[in-house]
């Protein structure tokens, strides 16, 4: 898939905690999560984002707690892709397991500038940021699938149609 929007920098090793805070963990609905994300270290955040944006951020994004509303609170805000040099594990399969599109490209930091055009193609590995073109390895084909779907939920409902398996609700 192509993604093309405004970059959001960020730097190294920013954890779930700071991406949503502890108190929202109650809520329920992504759309409220998406109304608290980095509220206490860029309480303006929210506001800049438009539906479509592009993240870019350094080593080790999304540390810290397995919180499921922080990749869930990015895409309700509208959040198209995410690009990191590397991530937490537990964030990474998380963004995967909900459909959120996360790559890893070493170099993309180091060439990302706030409200620089960006556009990633997760099937290729092909980055543009601010005019600068980068390659990275593309998501393999079943992570890209999981994604397409909108997430593992939607690919296991697929697949159990495909094979003409009944899920139960």
Known sequence: M???GTVHVFGDNVDTDVMIAGRYL???EPEEMAK???????PGFVTRVKRGDIMVAGKNFGSGSAREHAPLGFKAL???CIVATSFGRTF???SVDLGLPIIECADAVAFARHGAFGRVDTTTGEITLGGKSLSTRP????VQEIIDEGGM???VKREAHRRGLKLQE
């Open 2 to 4: 192509v993604f093309e």
């Open 26 to 28: 109650s809520l329920l």
């Open 36 to 42: 608290h994300m980095f509220e206490e270290s860029d």
């Open 78 to 80: 509208g959040i198209s």
């Open 92 to 94: 990474y399969r998380m």
């Open 139 to 142: 998501l393999p084909p079943f």
């Open 153 to 155: 939920t939607n690919w």
